[in-house]
């Protein structure tokens, strides 16, 4: 059964830091590409960051470079997404996802808020 759980998440003061992860099992991680996604009330998902199988190659979505960092950890079967400099348009439920040809997992999401 596959299963990609995300945790992490929570209300954070603008300018704050948060640490997102994504355990992932009952698939080969080392195979799948990971990637975080987020939405936003009354907006379209959008993706976040992504990470290829091996770790190698990562692309981000065009507000996050720079401020957010994603990685992954082979031997935990775990996706990191390390968010710096938060805004409170970075507010969204952020959803982890694995990708393989036409495959697509996904995680039920963490909700981050950004607020003062």
């Known amino acids: 059964q596959v299963q990609l759980v995300e945790s992490g998440g929570g209300l954070v003061q603008p300018g704050g830091s948060l640490r997102l992860s994504c355990v992932a099992s009952?698939?080969?991680?080392?195979?799948?590409?990971m990637s975080w996604y987020r939405q936003a009330p009354g907006k379209e998902r959008e993706l976040v960051a992504l990470?290829?199988?091996?770790?190698?190659?990562?692309n981000y979505g065009d507000s996050m470079e720079g401020r957010f960092t994603i990685s992954r950890d082979q031997a935990k079967n775990t996706v990191y997404l390390q968010m710096n400099s938060l805004k409170p348009e970075d507010s969204a439920m952020y959803y982890c996802?694995?990708?393989?040809?036409?495959?697509?997992?996904w995680g039920q999401g963490t909700q981050v808020t950004v607020s003062s």
């Open positions: 009952g698939f080969t991680f080392t195979r799948y590409g």
């Open positions: 990470i290829g199988s091996t770790g190698e190659h990562t």
């Open positions: 996802n694995a990708f393989r040809w036409d495959v697509n997992y």
